[in-house]
């Protein structure tokens, strides 16, 4: 119940593409989902974050699509560049709860931008 | 503005060792979690502190445990050391009230038990 599906592992695009990385959620008491950005050697970093009460949410060159129904959400990066190369984790926590606001992490894409 | 300190940042442990890994949170954050990260996976919930208390915890053997200081800085301390411990270790703080704005997470310390 409280697993994150990611997808797909690695993804490799050329600089302006668009690549998509899709997450899958089971537990429907989650209500918050973030976007994180890793760097080699650093802590993941919040790219951006929806709640379900929006389908679609843009800040800059991310974009976050969610799909309450499906109990999927995806992250796109609009014209990506070389800097943009990181792994990049999908979460999702429970906030109605007791307020820990857990989160449970998917696996994980490794994300290459080539020039 | 200081984000999330963690040290050391690196460490060489014997199997069977104890370990005391430390964080500082950010500024005006009193609430830490404490994260294990291994290869090439994301990071998974190890127990979170606020107000010197441990208020939930991950699937984590009591191997594991922490503590929280009065200033909000914490400790994760991991008892007889096993090879699959090996693993970054992240440390994440948020304010304890008001809006959730999201974590900010440390660099780590990354542990490798021989």
């Known amino acids: 119940q409280q697993q994150v599906k990611q997808s797909p592992q690695s993804l490799i695009v050329q600089k302006g593409g668009i690549p998509i990385i899709n997450c899958a959620y089971e537990?429907?008491?989650?209500?918050?989902f973030p976007w994180y950005q890793q760097f080699p050697g650093k802590g993941p970093a919040l790219l951006i974050a929806?709640?379900?009460?929006?389908s679609e949410k843009k800040e800059g060159r991310f974009t976050i699509s969610f799909n309450k129904s499906a109990k999927q959400f995806s992250l796109h990066i609009m014209d990506s560049q070389p800097g943009d190369s990181a792994t990049y984790f999908c979460?999702?926590?429970?906030?109605?709860?007791?307020?820990?606001?857990?989160?449970?992490f998917g696996k994980g894409t490794k994300l290459s931008v080539i020039p | 503005d200081a984000g999330v300190t963690q040290s050391p940042t690196h460490l060489i442990k014997t199997r069977g060792q104890q370990v005391t890994l430390r964080c500082s949170p950010k500024?005006?954050?009193?609430?830490v979690s404490w994260y294990q990260q291994a290869l090439g996976q994301g990071p998974q919930f190890i127990f979170q502190?606020?107000?010197?208390?441990?208020?939930q915890r991950g699937n984590f053997p009591d191997r594991f445990s922490g503590h929280q200081f009065p200033n909000y800085s914490s400790e994760l301390n991991v008892n007889a050391l096993l090879l699959g411990d090996s693993a970054l270790y992240l440390c994440?703080?948020?304010?304890?009230?008001?809006?959730?704005?999201?974590?900010?997470f440390g660099s780590g310390t990354r542990l490798t038990v021989v």
């Open positions: 979460a999702a926590s429970d906030q109605s709860g007791a307020g820990s606001y857990q989160l449970t």
């Open positions: 537990n429907t008491a989650f209500d918050y």
């Open positions: 929806i709640r379900p009460d929006v």
């Open positions: 502190y606020y107000e010197e208390e441990e208020r």
């Open positions: 994440a703080s948020r304010p304890g009230q008001g809006f959730f704005y999201g974590y900010t």
């Open positions: 500024s005006g954050h009193d609430t």
